[in-house]
């Protein structure tokens, strides 16, 4: 079955600290990944997204994350956190075929000390 | 460019009334996505309309859900009767096409609160 899993249901940090957030993926296609961030009260942001090519990709706000096909992973990392980054951190996984339907982990929720 | 607009933000309303949620996409974009999100939880599909037609309600509560995508543009998405397991944040989002993987455009949500 596909599904995608985030191990990490919340993670404390310190401001200015390096992040990585786990998302690992069950996914008989070839899998197009996304990493979205939800603010308190707000909507899903996109943050990065990988569909073929370089493994790491480059996203908004200061974020990478790596494709591992071996490892069936995803990670998002950053190397310096900011308060602002206290949020709700989502991976998700779809395929060309399935009506692009999006699979979600259950997300990790990120808290940063000052 | 304008994002995706819902309304209303908050909605609370006693078991067994209606209620009904609006959408606006971002001008052009064919698919529209309604989904529901349970606190601690991923968010979860309800629908998909390409255009006006439905491409995907296999999550849709049908006997008490419904949705409708008029003329290819706005959506409503509606609960009758509301039950208390239906108080979650309601998401509408929208992409370009279905053709190819396109980035999904999400609006601020709606948060229904069942009493």
């Known amino acids: 079955a596909q599904s995608v899993t985030q191990p990490d249901i919340h993670i404390t940090v310190s401001e200015g600290a390096s992040l990585e957030l786990r998302c690992n993926y069950s996914?008989?296609?070839?899998?197009?990944l996304f990493w979205y961030v939800q603010s308190p009260g707000q909507g899903l942001q996109l943050l990065l997204k990988?569909?073929?090519?370089d493994t790491l990709v480059q996203g908004i706000k200061g974020f990478e994350a790596e494709f591992k096909r071996s490892q069936s992973s995803f990670n998002l990392r950053k190397p310096s956190v900011h308060w602002s980054d206290a949020a709700e951190y989502f991976c998700?996984?779809?395929?060309?075929?399935?009506?692009?339907?999006?699979?979600w982990g259950l997300g990790t929720s990120l808290a940063v000390n000052p | 460019e304008a994002g995706v607009a819902q309304s209303p933000r908050y909605k609370i309303i006693e078991k067994r009334q209606s209620v009904a949620f609006w959408c606006n996409p971002i001008?052009?974009?064919?698919?529209l996505y309604w989904y529901q999100q349970i606190l601690g939880q991923g968010p979860k599909l309800l629908i998909q309309?390409?255009?006006?037609?439905?491409?995907?309600d296999s999550q849709l509560p049908k006997d008490r859900f419904s949705a409708e995508r008029l003329k290819g543009v706005d959506s409503t998405l509606k609960i009758q009767p509301a039950k208390l397991e239906d108080s979650a944040v309601y998401l509408c989002?929208?992409?370009?096409?279905?053709?190819?993987?396109?980035?999904?455009?999400f609006g601020p949500g709606t948060r229904l609160t069942v009493l």
């Open positions: 001008s052009g974009h064919a698919t």
């Open positions: 989002a929208s992409s370009l096409a279905l053709a190819g993987v396109n980035e999904q455009f």
């Open positions: 996914y008989g296609a070839t899998p197009y």
């Open positions: 998700a996984v779809t395929n060309a075929g399935n009506n692009r339907k999006l699979i």
């Open positions: 309309f390409q255009n006006n037609g439905v491409v995907d």
């Open positions: 990988y569909f073929s090519g």
